[in-house]
């Protein structure tokens, strides 16, 4: 009987990334999760038990964290009436909410580079990637699928390979000076505050060009404002920024599902110079 050749599997991209201090590694992802765990719980012992380690295991961890460190970055205070307590000092907590800003920002890149790079079959532009430095929070590379001629506006379609298709407003001179055709590179730009998240559209429809569902990665709160993060159904993610009154109210966390809409005239075009 012929054996059917296996369908080779694309190639993907990881990494990992750690803290050193001279010689000495800090710690990366797991000892960085066991100092959120500190911060979330208030005692040694819980937070142990929320990242898999035993009480000894721990605060072995904790100990040779504060030596390379040079500094105490976990602190234990002894119990009383109401039992002792463990909390990150304040380097402690700067260093953990530096470590998750970076780590952020790496698993980005890295979902960038996934994307685009080992798709064998496309061309690639790690100089594109170099020199795009902006504010929009959300970059979808891909192509120019599409071009849709308008009276004034024209209407500029990017897929993204294994990810979606955004929508974008441009006006015809734009269309013109950025030399937009069919198949060309491109990037669609998108701020995070002008993404809108629904959980329960009921039956609705919307007439925001670009919707997408999909499951929701992480809830990164902050002051006033949360920053969510959605891993789409169609391939890729978006980030948008809501209150935090809205996460309470829509019940926003890890797992559960959302659907994120913006206009296409909220979509900025860039090309490579």
């Known amino acids: 009987m012929a054996r059917h050749a296996r369908r080779p599997e694309r190639p993907r991209l990881g990494g990992e990334l750690w803290v050193d201090c001279g010689a000495e590694r800090l710690g990366g ?12 719980e208030g005692s040694l012992t819980r937070a142990a038990q929320a990242v898999g380690l035993s009480y000894k295991g721990a605060w072995d961890a904790i100990e040779a964290m ?16 109401g039992g002792g307590s463990t909390r990150l000092t304040e380097p402690g907590r700067l260093l953990l909410d530096r470590y998750e800003q970076v780590a952020a920002v790496h698993q980005r890149l890295l979902h960038l580079l996934d994307e685009e790079a080992f798709d064998l079959q496309a061309e690639v532009s790690l ?6 430095k902006t504010s929009a929070r959300n970059q979808f590379n891909g192509r120019v699928t599409a071009i849709r001629a308008g ?10 390979a294994d990810g979606p298709r955004v929508v974008a407003t441009v006006t015809r001179d734009s269309t013109d000076a ?17 993404v809108m998240l629904a959980t329960e559209l ?24 949360s920053e969510v993060t959605l891993d789409l159904d169609a391939g890729g993610s978006v980030t ?4 935090q009154s809205s996460v309470q109210a829509m019940g926003l966390a890890a797992g559960g599902r959302a659907t994120a809409f913006f206009k296409a005239g909220s979509v900025i075009v860039a090309v490579s110079a």
Not at 179 to 189: I, Y
């Open 29 to 40: 992802a797991a000892r960085m999760a066991l100092l959120r765990a500190v911060a979330d």
């Open 66 to 81: 504060n030596r390379a460190a040079g500094q105490p970055l976990v602190e234990r205070s002894a119990g009383g009436r």
């Open 127 to 132: 100089t594109r990637w170099m020199i795009l």
């Open 151 to 160: 009276a004034v506006n024209d209407e500029v379609e990017i897929s993204v």
């Open 178 to 194: 950025l030399g937009l055709r069919l198949n060309m590179p491109a990037v669609a730009l998108v701020k995070a505050s002008s």
């Open 202 to 225: 009921d039956g609705l429809r919307l007439s925001a060009r670009n919707q997408f569902a999909g499951v929701v990665r992480q809830v990164q709160p902050g002051a006033v404002n």
């Open 240 to 243: 948008a920024i809501v209150t």
